[in-house]
């Protein structure tokens, strides 16, 4: 029975729902198959999102402000909407349904942009130069018709990212030592597929876009997505799939619900008094924090049926362990709440670093970078720093520590310390950027200053999100209970989806306080008479103070022990699973 037990995955099933075969399923093969769609999601989001400001502002003739604004409002909600992807994931569809769904949805957003953006009914009459009062905006109809496919790949890319890291640690078992330091690694390899997938967009995809054509360039992301469709439903077999415990929103309202009603019942001293269903290999300990909530678990009259062996009304009595999971959620939501800020700074990289980009001198011999590729820099950076860290300092850090790597709130530190930096460093160049302006001629379309100059503030915060974004996904998938892994991932992805949206807020706000009747003010339409420098300064001042913020909520934050972290199993699922192969 043992050696059985050793052949097989005790929390994973295959795709006929027998217990998953260690030796046939998971590992690196389905991992890989898994995050090519996240390649793929990347290439088409990224390589929209980061050239779409000068689509708005060249061909529909909007605002710079209004441009950047509805950038970070479609990124925004493609992240936002990864917590209806989550639901979906975890309520009804499981994981791997959900991802090929939400990709396929993806696949006719980015056809439908094509077809869109090739139309010339579709989009206002050309006019020069661009920016001049006889221009005309796109009209309601027009913008409606842009707004149609964007929001449709926004929502696939929220389907897919509420599922994808989380099916792929999904392929490793934490029980067993050799995966689960393959696991490790999964999240660094993860991202690197997507920062892959971003370097193919701003490089190969913004050329194609400025060079041969929008419509080219995103029927290229629509096959690529359905070619990755395909391949990820040729490893149907090799995959493992957990079993689906109910929705962890409803269970979390559940909890908060039977604390409210009783909440003037008296909290026992002794926990053990708790109620507890939950089998002795897989409940977590009792915990001090937040202890109103435990007042769930007290037994009350009424709370079972009149039937001796019925289960208890789970809106009236929780388990201590199901308390606990809500405890472990809450405990997340102070880091989750100041790690917002860098998804803001990030935001200003694909908008209004562009649009500087723009105005600069971008030629290298007969060869003119086009302006969105200029976030090449901000990918080269991820990817430096990501091998820099997989092949040095994880090695160097576990000789000398015994650990594999910083651990995951180290590195969320690390990544809003150089975030920081890049706001100064970005304030400082549009200084020496706007005084080269004023010297030659504000009007003037390309400024004799090198392109170049913005690379420190691309780096500094690409080499800040590679740190971030593995420190925030390692942190939300292993200090959650692995009954809401689905969730958590889609509350990390919320902080990148409010760090966008935060972004449109303060455009709003600093152009209303700052602005004037003629248009002008820190962030006026014509960057060369705005202040867009103290908009940089605000942001770095604003993310030191968040900084500090942080190291509060890092120091009063207490992990669950490992044992903690093990998942809930129900043995009769199991044993049934077993019995029907």
């Excluded at 499981?94 to 769904?101: L, M, P, Q, V």
């Excluded at 897989?282 to 037994?299: C, E, G, W």
Aim: hydrophobic residues 45%.
């Amino acid at each position: 029975m043992d050696g059985k037990q050793r052949l097989t995955v005790a929390d994973a099933v295959d795709y006929k729902g027998c217990p998953a075969n260690r030796s046939k399923t998971g590992g690196w093969v389905p991992a890989a198959l898994i995050v090519g769609i996240e390649l793929c999601e990347r290439l088409s989001t990224m390589g929209i999102a980061v050239n779409l400001v000068t689509y708005l502002v060249g061909t529909l003739h909007l605002p710079s402000a209004t441009s950047a604004n509805i950038v970070t409002d479609f990124m925004g909600t493609c992240f936002l909407l990864s917590m209806l992807g989550g639901f979906l994931a975890d309520s009804f569809l499981g994981r791997y349904k959900t991802i090929a769904i939400f990709a396929t949805i993806q696949t006719l957003g980015t056809g439908t942009l094509a077809v869109i953006t090739k139309l010339p009914q579709l989009h206002p009459p050309p006019c020069h130069p661009i920016g001049s009062k006889n221009c005309k905006q796109a009209n309601g109809f027009q913008m409606g018709m842009i707004y149609l496919p964007l929001y449709l790949i926004a929502l696939g890319t929220g389907g897919i990212k509420s599922s994808v890291s989380g099916f792929g640690t999904d392929q490793f078992d934490e029980k067993d030592d050799k995966e689960k330091a393959q696991m490790a690694y999964f999240f660094n390899r993860f991202f690197l597929f997507v920062s892959s997938g971003t370097l193919l967009a701003v490089t190969v995809l913004v050329y194609l876009q400025d060079e041969v054509g929008r419509s080219w360039a995103y029927g290229i992301c629509s096959v690529s997505m359905f070619t990755a469709i395909l391949i990820f439903l040729c490893g149907t077999k090799r995959y493992r799939y957990k079993k689906s415990m109910g929705s962890p929103i409803v269970h979390i309202f559940q909890v908060i619900v039977a604390a409210i009603n009783k909440r003037t019942m008296e909290l026992q001293l002794n926990a053990t008094l708790l109620y507890e269903d939950s089998a002795a290999t897989s409940r977590i300990d009792h915990t001090n924090q937040f202890q109103f909530l435990d007042k769930a678990a007290i037994v009350a009259e009424g709370d079972f049926e009149k039937s001796v062996s019925s289960a208890p009304n789970p809106w009236k009595l929780c388990s201590v362990t199901r308390v606990e999971e809500v405890k472990m959620m809450m405990r997340l939501l102070p880091v989750w709440a100041t790690t917002i800020i860098f998804w803001t700074t990030y935001a200003q990289m694909i908008t209004f670093s562009v649009v500087q980009a723009s105005t600069m001198e971008r030629s290298l011999g007969n060869f003119k970078i086009p302006a969105g590729s200029l976030t090449v820099f901000f990918v080269v950076a991820i990817l430096i720093t990501l091998a820099f860290y997989d092949r040095l300092i994880m090695p160097l850090w576990k000789k000398w520590k015994g650990q594999p790597g910083f651990t995951n709130l180290q590195r969320i530190a690390i990544g809003l310390i150089l975030s920081t930096f890049g706001m100064a460093a970005a304030a400082l160049v549009e200084m020496k950027r706007l005084s080269v302006a004023k010297a030659v001629g504000i009007s003037t379309a390309t400024l004799p200053l090198s392109v170049f100059l913005l690379i420190p503030q691309f780096f500094l915060v690409g080499s800040g999100e590679a740190f971030i974004y593995t420190g925030q996904l390692d942190f939300f998938i292993t200090q959650s209970p692995k009954g809401m892994k689905t969730m958590s991932t889609g509350l990390f992805l919320t902080t990148l989806s409010l760090g966008f949206f935060v972004s449109s807020f303060l455009v709003a706000v600093v152009k209303r306080v700052t602005g004037s009747m003629d248009g002008q003010g820190w962030l006026a339409d014509n960057i060369n008479y705005a202040r867009l420098d103290c908009f940089y300064g605000l942001l770095a001042i604003l993310s030191a103070i968040n900084f500090v913020a942080f190291l509060v909520c890092a120091v009063w934050y207490k992990p669950q022990k490992p044992k903690q972290l093990l998942e809930m199993e129900t043995s009769t699922n199991g044993g049934s699973g077993a019995e029907k192969c």
